[in-house]
């Protein structure tokens, strides 16, 4: 009986080419990698999140604790001041002890005049006029500063003590 003959081998150079592609389990992998990037990463790098105004409120109740802990220190009244378009605060004090009139800018820890300027949309609201330590840290009157935008974050000023939270 005769063998059945096997076709020949054809020579290297007559294959096609190995069609060269990802496998389906990498394309999966990474259209999910994409939708977890679209999803978590790029709503943050667009418009305002909020931050701003928590980073302003932060700002804000530092730049009050600073001011009524400066107001002990120095046992002069110091006043904080409201811009009156609600994106900023100054402080300044009193020029000597006793004296009401809130004329020498206050230092900040950075060596400069303490201020606060907003970023972004954050603004106070409403917007608060002055607030004043005494020299034994109290504020003139309690205080409720709302920072506003997109979200609305509190700052309260206990009247008895002058606990800024």
């Known amino acids: 009986m005769d063998k059945p003959r096997l076709k020949p081998r054809p020579p290297r150079a007559a294959l096609p080419p190995s069609a060269g592609g990802f496998t389906i389990t990498e394309l999966i992998v990474t259209v999910v990698m994409i939708g ?3 999803a978590v990463v790029l709503p943050r790098w ?5 931050f701003e105004e928590r980073g302003f409120r932060d700002e804000t ?6 001011a009524q802990k400066a107001a002990v220190a120095s046992r002069r009244r110091v006043c904080v001041n409201f811009a009156v378009d609600g994106r900023s605060l100054s402080a300044a004090m009193d020029s000597a002890f006793g004296a009401a009139d809130c004329s020498v800018t206050l230092i900040g820890p950075s060596g400069g005049a303490l201020a606060v300027t907003a970023a972004g949309s954050a603004s106070y609201s409403p917007v608060p006029t002055v607030l004043t330590f005494d020299p034994l840290g109290r504020p003139g009157a309690g205080a409720t500063i709302t920072v506003g935008g997109l979200t609305g974050l509190l700052i309260v000023v206990e009247a008895t003590t002058g606990y800024v939270h």
Not at 46 to 50: D, L, N, P, S, Y
């Open 61 to 66: 109740a530092a730049a009050l604790r600073y």
């Open 36 to 38: 977890i990037l679209a």
């Open 46 to 50: 667009g418009g305002e999140t909020g």
